[in-house]
């Protein structure tokens, strides 16, 4: 590991996460009398360079302005698949490994102001979601169980894993029965964690029939004229891998992070919500801050060829009321591609009611391409902004993975181009749908930019 002192004069830094390295200059670090860097220009990246993947985790002064470069700063680390603050206290780095196990871990800013790895590591199982409850980063994923029926064909389940960044703990929940869970006989998975009104809140996403449900009670699943849609195995056994209930939300609820005793909300007004790309799961459902529930649904569905398993919503929102167990019929389910003229990927709670959406600019696709447009909506008023001051969307070739808002109501989020500027940090102002542009990066792509507070 390459490790630099980077001392922050208020003992915190903002941080970044930048992919694919580039030609970079010198770093600006601005030194005093003693010779101390009271501030630096450091970020967080991960790329690719003559010797393979080079990743970093380091420092800047403010997010508003200001240039640097990768060059000599930071701490270096292994790859990360998802980077994300936990209450602004820890950095963590998740790491996918297709259907394996994966390594994760932890950095915070020590009393002197450096970047250090926690002294120990998670190892998790494979997770196509994730979400932060109470103490907890919670993953999880649909997997195998080892409950077999009559045939052997094994009953799937979602394994959920809990990260304890105070406390350095993995451990992993018994595996969730997802066979029938809404009781259409498909099996499930879950989209994002959500920690609201004291409860936990995720979207039930619901995969087709496994060869264990498809099986069950002579085959009682299995919608009738949909025989022909299921895959059939050298063994006889049959599989749908996707859902018989495009037009169907769901959520469900727990008292806690133990996952029991769940309430499941049902509504027949959009499909499901989640934004897809290949295995994971990006989450769609956020709270606002009086407690109430926005629920967006992009609807993937649409990507079926087979009008049967097809759905012809748009992507939509809707709201479940603070402490309610149903979606509010009040409020109804709003068009919000229409609302943008295009259809939704993937989006993030701001501050207040307001919420940051990412839409496809050229069509829908399996890959997550061409997701080059933001834009805000508002909760309470129903109302849809596009967002004034951000590059072009014909020059827009990627955003961070995942935005940060900070306490003084400012959401950060990095974007690249193809036009040979230098990937930057913009700050939105939701209430105004302007964006600014901040601190310039001499690198490939920003992954991530947020706040550390130093713990230690």
């Known amino acids: 590991m390459n490790y630099k002192n980077i001392i922050s004069k208020n003992a915190f830094a903002t941080l970044a996460v930048a992919v694919t390295l580039t030609a970079c200059g010198s770093d600006d670090d601005i030194i005093n009398n003693d010779g101390v860097a009271e501030t630096t220009s450091a970020f967080i990246f991960s790329g690719t360079n003559s010797e393979g993947t080079a990743n970093y985790i380091a420092t800047v002064a403010s997010l508003d302005e200001g240039e640097s470069s990768i060059v000599g700063n930071g701490v270096e680390t292994f790859t990360g698949t998802e980077w994300f603050t936990y209450k602004d206290k820890y950095l963590f780095r998740l790491q996918y490994n297709q259907g394996n196990n994966g390594g994760t871990s932890a950095y915070f800013l020590n009393s002197q102001g450096q970047i250090q790895q926690t002294d120990y590591t998670f190892d998790i199982q494979r997770f196509t979601t994730y979400g932060i409850y109470g103490d ?38 018994e595996m969730i029965n997802a066979e029938n869970f809404l009781g259409t006989g498909e099996y499930v998975t879950l989209s994002g964690m959500v920690e609201a009104n004291g409860k936990l809140y995720s979207a039930v996403i619901p995969l087709g029939l496994s060869a264990y449900g498809a099986a069950a009670d002579g085959g009682k699943y299995i919608k009738e004229g949909n025989d022909d849609l299921l895959a059939v195995a050298d063994n006889g056994a049959r599989t749908l891998n996707t859902t018989q209930y495009p037009d169907s939300c769901f959520v469900v609820v727990y008292d806690n992070e133990n996952m029991e005793n769940p309430t499941i909300i049902r509504t027949d007004k959009m499909s499901y919500a989640c934004g897809r790309m290949r295995s994971q799961f990006y989450q769609c459902i956020w709270p606002a801050a009086n407690g109430d529930i926005y629920v967006f649904s992009p609807n993937w569905t649409r990507q079926q060829t087979d009008a049967r ?47 940051l959406c990412q839409f496809y600019g050229n069509g829908m696709n399996t890959m997550g391409t061409s997701a080059n447009v933001l834009g805000i909506y508002q909760g309470s008023t129903k109302e849809f902004k596009k967002i004034q001051g951000l590059p072009s969307t014909d020059v827009i070739t990627a955003f961070s993975k995942r935005p940060y808002t900070d306490a003084n109501g400012l959401t950060y989020i990095a974007v690249q181009t193809n036009d ?37």
């Open 136 to 173: 907890y980063v919670i993953t999880a994923a649909a997997a195998a169980s080892s409950t077999l029926d009559a045939q052997g064909n094994a009953a799937y389940g979602i394994a959920v894993t809990y990260l304890d960044a105070e406390k350095g703990i993995t451990r992993n929940r």
């Open 309 to 355: 398993l097809r759905s012809e919503y748009k992507s939509m929102v809707m709201r479940i009321k603070a402490g309610a167990k149903e979606f509010d019929e009040s409020y109804g389910a709003v068009d919000i591609e229409t609302l943008a003229g295009m259809p939704l990927f993937r989006c993030w709670n701001m501050s207040e009611d307001y919420f």
């Open 420 to 456: 040979g500027n230098k990937p930057a940090v913009y700050s939105i102002d939701p209430k105004t749908a302007t964006a600014k542009k901040g601190v310039e990066i001499e690198c490939g792509t920003i992954s991530y930019a947020g706040k550390l507070i130093a713990t230690k």
